[in-house]
């Protein structure tokens, strides 16, 4: 590309119009198509989740209990703490952020995410505050299976959209 | 109906426009060897845009080093967006007033 900072007329032909507007969907197609995310990615957001999902049932448990009451938080901070780590090796890797709620199709992915964990957050605390510890056990593994469903559904919807532009 | 942008016909800014539009934001480095212009170059474009309110531009300590992260604003995706719209028109062969 020229290093010319000089702008072109701005009355373009039909086939200027096109050449502009193809170069900038060729630039914006090849950078999703760059993007990766880092191994273990999906796995480590998985984890993520399950990691909130168990505060949630420890929260529901605790009840009196100042164990319970002190290791939900810590569960909770680990789990953000382990977010920002996710988001810095995503940075890292491909020297772009792209949040869920990014505009877009796969927006519509990270909406159903948040219900579907919203869902099984409540599902978790009331599981745990009735000791049903298998079925918060369930809940952790459906947890963990939503987001890698979902960190891998929003990828392909994400990049599907750029290439189809 | 939408009409061209001055500020973001040129082709650099337009192609940094169109890679920022679809992430939340970008080093600087990585905008600079996608364009394939210089530091200074790409200084200058994200300067205007930040001057028109359509470019964010922050600086952050990232991995040890001190690293420049760029994004739109909300003013520069209407903006983008305005101007892609005028350009399909004029390939569309309607007239775009200016």
């Known amino acids: 590309m020229s290093e010319s ?9 039909p086939a200027e ?51 319970g009451q002190i290791a939900s938080p810590v569960m ?7 977010t920002g780590v996710l988001v810095g090796r995503w940075r890292k890797r491909n020297g772009v952020w792209i949040s869920g709620y990014h505009p877009g199709p796969a927006r519509r992915v990270t909406w159903a995410l948040v219900v579907v964990i919203g869902a099984l957050w409540a599902a978790a ?3 745990g505050r009735a000791d049903a510890w298998w ?3 369930l809940i952790v593994v459906a947890g963990m299976a939503s ?10 919807v994400y990049r599907a959209d750029l290439a189809g532009r | 109906m939408p009409a061209l942008d001055p500020l973001i016909h040129a082709p650099a800014r337009l192609q940094l426009c169109a890679m920022l539009a679809s992430v939340d934001d970008a080093q600087f480095s990585l905008l600079r060897d996608r364009l394939a212009v210089s530091d200074s ?12 309110g359509y470019v964010r531009a922050r600086k952050a300590l990232f991995d040890g080093r001190r690293t420049t992260w760029v994004s739109l604003t909300p003013a520069g995706r209407k903006a983008y967006a305005d101007h892609v719209a005028a350009l399909r028109a004029v390939i569309d062969g309607a ?3 200016h």
Do not use: C
Not at chain 1, 18 to 44: I, Y
Not at chain 1, 149 to 156: D, I, K, Q, S
């Open chain 1, 5 to 13: 900072n000089s702008s072109p007329a701005l009355d373009p032909t």
């Open chain 1, 17 to 67: 119009a096109a050449a502009a507007l193809h170069a900038a969907e060729h630039a914006q197609s090849d950078l999703a198509a760059d993007v990766s995310s880092p191994p273990g990615w999906d796995a480590a957001y998985g984890a993520l989740f399950a990691l909130i999902l168990a505060a949630a049932a420890v929260l529901g448990a605790s009840g009196d209990n100042l164990v």
């Open chain 1, 76 to 82: 909770s901070l680990t789990a953000a703490m382990l």
């Open chain 1, 125 to 127: 605390f009331f599981a």
């Open chain 1, 135 to 137: 079925l918060v056990g």
């Open chain 1, 147 to 156: 987001g890698i469903v979902a960190t891998r559904r929003w990828m392909a």
């Open chain 2, 41 to 52: 170059v790409l200084s200058k474009h994200v300067a205007a845009l930040v001057d028109a």
């Open chain 2, 95 to 97: 007239s775009v007033g």
